[in-house]
């Protein structure tokens, strides 16, 4: 599993989250403590707004805590709403294309967690990605394909109700092909201007996600960035949280079905 942040507020240099925290983002790829996997060194990510209204992205290969362009680039960049993280593959190959976060024109997302068995509906879930938003296709992890599958359902139009539809599909498909294991969907994306995170597992175990405000602005991680720091909250699963700059995040419950409602879908 991977781990990963996410800030909206006032802007602030990269370091301050990803680089100079106890528990930075940094240390956690070399180890993490509430993730399957302590060593997330797959690759790791930048993405942050600034001028524009497309982000800039930064990915690379190498394991976040050997790599000094990164450091660099924190103390130099930045910026009111940026992403970072830090990868653990869970099969797919280890490639710039492959590290998160992902992009099309002004959304950004990325994840922690996995399809299980995910060579037996990847077909299936490429197959709902529009045609449009299939050219921005360039890696092959399911979590890029759950992002770009999201415009299929709405997500310009209402992000949160996109991604409850589009869990409940993946559910389907997995239910249709016999897959007894888990669907785990710990994710967070931003259009530029707000930021949607979500925790939800089909099981029990979903992925750990919280959040925490301070005069800056908001973090959302996997982890806490400061062990000792007592603001912060978990987000309960099934569960995600609306986040607009300065503005307090508002929490919402994710719209799934059951699985006698999949049955009958």
Same mark, same amino acid.
């Given at each position: 599993m991977c781990r990963w942040l996410a800030y909206a507020g006032k802007e602030i240099y990269l370091e301050k989250l990803i680089e100079n925290p106890i528990n930075s983002l940094i240390k956690q790829s070399l180890n993490a403590s509430e993730s399957k996997t302590a060593i997330n060194g797959d690759g790791f990510g930048l993405g942050w707004y600034g001028g524009k209204r497309t982000p800039g992205i930064y990915r690379e290969?190498?394991?976040?805590?050997?790599?000094?362009?990164?450091? !660099?680039?924190?103390?130099?960049? !930045? !910026?009111?709403?940026?992403?970072?993280?830090?990868?653990? *593959?869970?099969?797919?190959?280890? !490639?710039?294309?492959?590290?998160?976060?992902? *992009?099309?024109?002004?959304?950004? @997302?990325?994840?922690?967690?996995?399809?299980? =068995?995910?060579?037996?509906?990847?077909?299936?879930? =490429?197959n709902l990605i529009p045609d449009k938003y299939y050219v921005g296709r360039e890696g092959t992890t399911d979590s890029e394909a759950l992002f770009l599958a999201l415009f299929a359902f709405g997500l310009d139009k209402d992000p949160i109700a996109a991604v409850s539809?589009?869990?409940?599909?993946?559910?389907?498909?997995?239910?249709?092909?016999?897959?007894?294991?888990?669907?785990?969907?710990? %994710?967070?994306?931003?259009?530029?201007?707000?930021?949607?995170? @979500?925790?939800?597992?089909?099981?029990?175990? %979903?992925?750990?996600?919280?959040?925490?405000?301070?005069? *800056?602005?908001?973090?959302?991680? *996997? =982890?806490?960035?400061?062990?000792?720091?007592?603001?912060?909250?978990?987000? =309960?699963?099934g569960h995600g949280l609306k986040i607009c700059a300065m503005q307090q995040p508002e929490e919402f419950k994710m719209a799934i079905k059951d699985c006698q409602e999949m049955a009958n879908a």
């Open positions: 290969i190498l394991p976040a805590w050997a790599d000094q362009n990164l450091l !660099s680039l924190c103390q130099q960049i !930045s !910026s009111g709403l940026f992403f970072a993280h830090v990868r653990a *593959s869970t099969g797919t190959y280890t !490639s710039r294309a492959n590290c998160h976060p992902f *992009s099309f024109e002004n959304w950004m @997302f990325m994840h922690n967690g996995q399809i299980a =068995e995910y060579d037996k509906v990847r077909r299936d879930l =490429e539809k589009l869990c409940n599909k993946v559910n389907q498909l997995m239910q249709k092909k016999g897959i007894k294991a888990a669907f785990r969907f710990t %994710a967070t994306l931003s259009d530029g201007k707000h930021i949607y995170a @979500f925790r939800y597992s089909s099981d029990c175990r %979903a992925p750990s996600l919280y959040y925490r405000c301070n005069g *800056s602005g908001v973090v959302i991680a *996997s =982890e806490p960035l400061d062990v000792a720091d007592q603001d912060w909250k978990m987000v =309960e699963p």
